[in-house]
């Protein structure tokens, strides 16, 4: 018993050190303390003169080493300079771009998980979704009319464009200058009145939100806005506001893609004649393509390497990446051919230039920016990826939850709503889990920019989890649907955003490389308390200062790694019921103090990931993916935490908050099980494996708690509407949306009836063939009342208009195959190449 004492006091001591990020003389005197009452016989539970057994003189020589090596000259000489010398060439390098990129945005949330100690008032002070009356207004008054007005059968498949009075009511009500300030003509909304409205606009038509999504993302009018200078601010920004401009941005070309700042198109400093008039300018010769709203642009907005060989500018040779603003009316600019992207309606295209000549006042920014255009590309994209397709994502999951739950109440097989089918529960559960994921994701993260964050890693994050999630919940959508999801046509409601899938995932930085390259191998060295400075200190050219700063974060960083080891295990052997939570978490408490269990683990694995694999953090792309997997979960726990405080604790959501949290912290361990599983330095994954799972997995949410769920979301009513808040839902009849709203309802008012009527049917009393009323039958036979039958003929109708598909003639669709014009290919010589050709 006694040794059992005394190995516990052990324990809870070295607990203490390593929590407490004691300092190595405190660890020295632990050491020497226990060693000492080991040898003295206290294992034994009474006193006696000391013993020397062999383990004794192990603890004496741990006591002694960590005691010298708590002084400063000989913890430099042999700890700081070997491990110095031995890290330069090992950490990964931090190239300008890079940097540039990741000095861009700004760090949060993000930064406290990866502590593995939140500090829950930061997240609690985000605001929730707060909107001023003039940006409820626009949301629901010209929001909502542009969405009555939107057909998307129309866009997507009779005209393949957006039509003229579109454009112009986009125009007129100012939706392309929602982020271009009042004092510049725009509306000047937050972020989160943005989010919403592109959300809603989405749910209507993912054709018709991108024209109002592109001019209010990364593009002349943000970069105008930030960077321009007056005279631009001047001039560009009314006009855009009011869509006299149509703005595109054209970074991508077809070397460059994922890989953008490798871009071949250049620009030279030369003087030329503009105007009639001998002017200092930039020769620029460039190849784009997918460039959205390119075909319709009259403002091109270009991304180039600049290179003053004359050194006109005064800056030497290469200036670095530049954006200038090229009006498409320019000579030389070739603009206005199109792509067709995944059959998707919005303009989108190539544009190409060959020395085309620009006065140096078209940088934007002037001269004086020559040369800041990646920095400034990526301070507006951690913003800007935050808020356009997590919006579109979410309502995405959120209409098609509204759909498919109506038609999975309404379609009966085997006489029964699909919906209650085990096997259309599964889908069903997972579509109401996202949609209440990702709008919460989507929610926090809005207010965070509205707050002035630029938050890089959170929206790299954002990015793909919402986008890759919204494939599940389409391809879940279509199953439900079966057939009637599949057909395309007028009154098919889901092809749009089926055909739109690819182009979420791609754009913005196309998801394989978000999730295993910029979220956790790049976001590692934001978020994590040491990395970054270790990596400066190590590439410092002051080769003093750096050993300085280096020995100064390596002994923080160890104490931080020991923190975490013993955290980690500490919690999830006591299942964190000594985690922390905030203060008067109420019903939640638990999921608080999991959320901190978790990311203890995920700081520990973080941590030796980011310290063991070192400069191969970039090429373990398996392992960096599941670490951004991991960092997701935590993310979408903390959201659906915080919406659920937000929406003022709603009774009937605590049901579907602890599924999401049961199935977030599922995943959580599956993404770290997979990382331990196949981490490369072994001997590192043996040793977390038992800090990380002593006592195993956890396991996700059970089936019934599904079927719960599902019941609820098959009924009309607050909870489902709640899940499913902030789309367009008409409930006109003769909306193909509206009118799935409509016969819900009504399923629901004649359930008895219907009862009534399938059992006369199963008996044989009543005939349902389409040769016969069946029910006027049953209403002859006294089945049903008066009342009862008249209801159901009405319902029998409508349930026929929902599950109809649309059907075509053949001629027409024949003349529809036939190509317009022949098609260009996008091969083009290289600038060089037709040069020296001409
Ligand atoms: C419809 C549409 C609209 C667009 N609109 C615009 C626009 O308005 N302006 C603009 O400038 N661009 C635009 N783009 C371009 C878009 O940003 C690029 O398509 C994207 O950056 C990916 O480039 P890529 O298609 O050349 O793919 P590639 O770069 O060839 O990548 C192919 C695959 O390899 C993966 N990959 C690449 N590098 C890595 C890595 N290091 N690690 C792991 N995986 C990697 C990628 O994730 C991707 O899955 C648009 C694209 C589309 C399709």
């Given at each position: 018993m006694a040794e059992l004492i005394f190995a516990g006091l052990a324990l809870a001591a070295l607990f203490a050190l390593a929590m407490n990020r004691a300092p190595l003389w405190l660890w020295a005197l632990a050491a020497a303390v226990f060693t000492f009452g080991a040898q003295m016989g206290l294992v034994h539970g009474h006193l006696h003169w000391p013993v020397f057994p062999w383990w004794s003189l192990l603890g004496w020589l741990v006591a002694a080493l960590v005691f010298v090596a708590s002084f400063p000259e000989i913890k430099r000489k042999y700890i700081t300079l070997p491990a110095y010398g031995a890290l330069k060439g090992v950490m990964p390098t931090i190239s300008e771009t890079e940097r540039e990129a990741l000095e861009a945005g700004t760090v949060g949330w993000d930064a406290e998980l990866f502590s593995g100690?939140?500090?829950w008032s930061k997240l609690r002070r985000t605001a929730p979704i707060t909107l001023t009356a003039e940006e409820r207004a626009f949301l629901d008054g010209p929001t909502v009319e542009l969405c009555k007005r939107l057909n998307d059968w129309r866009i997507r498949h009779e005209l393949h464009d957006i039509p003229d009075d579109i454009w112009r009511f986009i125009r007129e009500n100012g939706f392309l200058g929602m982020l271009i300030s009042r004092a510049h003509g725009g509306l000047g909304f937050s972020a989160q009145a943005q989010s919403l409205i592109i959300g809603k606009i989405s749910s209507r038509s993912p054709d018709g939100v991108t024209i109002v999504m592109v001019p209010n993302s990364l593009g002349p009018g943000e970069l105008i806005e930030k960077y321009g200078t007056d005279a631009q601010k001047e001039y560009f920004l009314p006009r855009l506001a009011k869509g006299e401009e149509i703005p595109c941005f054209a970074l991508t070309g077809p070397f460059s893609g994922s890989d953008a700042a490798s871009m071949r198109d250049v620009g030279v400093v030369a003087r030329g004649v503009h105007e009639g008039k001998d002017t200092l300018g930039v020769k620029l010769s460039w190849d784009k393509r997918y460039i959205t709203l390119a075909p319709n642009a009259t403002l091109l907005g270009l991304a180039f390497r600049l290179f003053d060989p004359d050194n006109l500018l005064g800056r030497g040779e290469d200036i670095g990446i530049t954006l200038a603003l090229v009006p498409?009316?320019?000579?030389?600019v070739e603009i206005g051919r199109r792509h067709l992207p995944a059959g998707a309606a919005f303009p989108n295209g190539p544009t190409r230039g060959r020395e085309v000549f620009i006065p140096v006042d078209w940088i934007i920014g002037g001269a004086e920016r020559a040369g800041q255009g990646w920095r400034m590309l990526m301070a507006c994209l951690a913003a800007g990826r935050s808020i356009s397709l997590p919006a579109t994502s979410a309502a995405a999951t959120k209409a098609l939850l509204r759909t498919t739950s109506a038609y999975a109440r309404i379609r009966k097989q085997f006489n029964l709503p699909?919906?209650?089918m085990e096997g259309v529960e599964e889908p069903l559960a997972r579509m109401a889990e996202t949609a209440y994921e990702l709008e919460a994701a989507r929610a926090v993260t809005a207010s965070m920019v509205s707050a002035g964050e630029k938050p890089a890693v959170i929206s790299a994050l954002l990015k793909y989890v919402s986008t890759e999630r919204m494939r599940q919940s389409v391809n879940d959508a279509l199953d439900i649907h079966g057939g009637r999801g599949i057909?395309?046509?007028?009154?098919?409601?889901i092809q749009g955003a089926y055909q739109m899938v690819p182009v979420g995932i791609t754009v913005e930085g196309a998801n394989i490389l978000t999730r295993t390259l910029i979220t956790f191998a790049q976001g590692a060295l934001r978020s994590h308390p040491y990395l970054f400075t270790e990596i400066e200190a190590l590439q410092d050219d002051d080769q003093e200062r750096g050993i300085e700063l280096f020995e100064e974060t390596l002994g923080q960083h160890v104490a931080f790694t020991l923190s975490n080891g013993a955290g980690a295990l500490f919690h999830n052997l006591t299942f964190a019921v000594f985690a922390s939570s905030p203060p008067n978490?109420?019903?939640t408490r638990g999921w608080w103090k999991e959320l901190a269990r978790a990311s203890r683990s995920f700081a520990l694995v973080a941590d030796m990931t980011v310290a063991l694999l070192g400069g191969g953090l970039k090429v373990k792309q398996k392992i960096t993916g599941r670490m951004a997997d991991a960092l997701a979960e935590l993310y979408l726990l903390s959201s659906v935490l915080k919406r659920y405080e937000d929406d003022g604790r709603q009774t009937a959501d605590l049901a579907l908050l602890n599924y999401c949290a049961m199935n977030c912290l599922y995943r959580f361990d599956q993404a770290l099980l997979g990382v331990l599983r196949n981490f490369p330095v072994r001997p590192a994954a043996w040793a977390m494996w038992p800090l990380v799972f002593p006592l195993g997995t956890r396991r996700p949410a059970s089936d019934a708690h599904g079927k719960a769920l599902v019941r609820q979301v098959l009924q009309p009513g607050a909870f489902r509407d709640r899940l499913t808040?902030?789309?367009?839902?008409?409930?006109?009849?003769?909306d193909r949306v509206g009118l799935l709203e409509y016969a819900l309802k009504k399923v629901i008012a004649n359930e008895e009836a219907d009862k009534k009527l399938e059992r006369a049917i199963r008996k044989g009393d009543v005939k349902r063939y389409h040769n016969n009323d069946w029910i006027a039958e049953a209403k002859s036979k006294g089945v049903l009342t008066e009342e009862e039958a008249s209801s159901l003929a009405e319902l029998r109708d409508l349930v026929a208009r929902v599950i109809a598909v649309d059907d075509f003639d053949a001629a027409s669709l024949a003349a529809r195959r036939a190509p317009a014009a022949p098609p260009l290919t996008t091969v083009r010589p290289e600038p060089h190449e037709h040069i020296a050709a001409e």
């Open positions: 100690a939140p500090d498409t009316n320019h000579p030389g699909i919906g209650f057909c395309d046509g007028p009154s098919n409601y978490a109420g019903p808040r902030d789309i367009f839902s008409p409930d006109d009849p003769s």
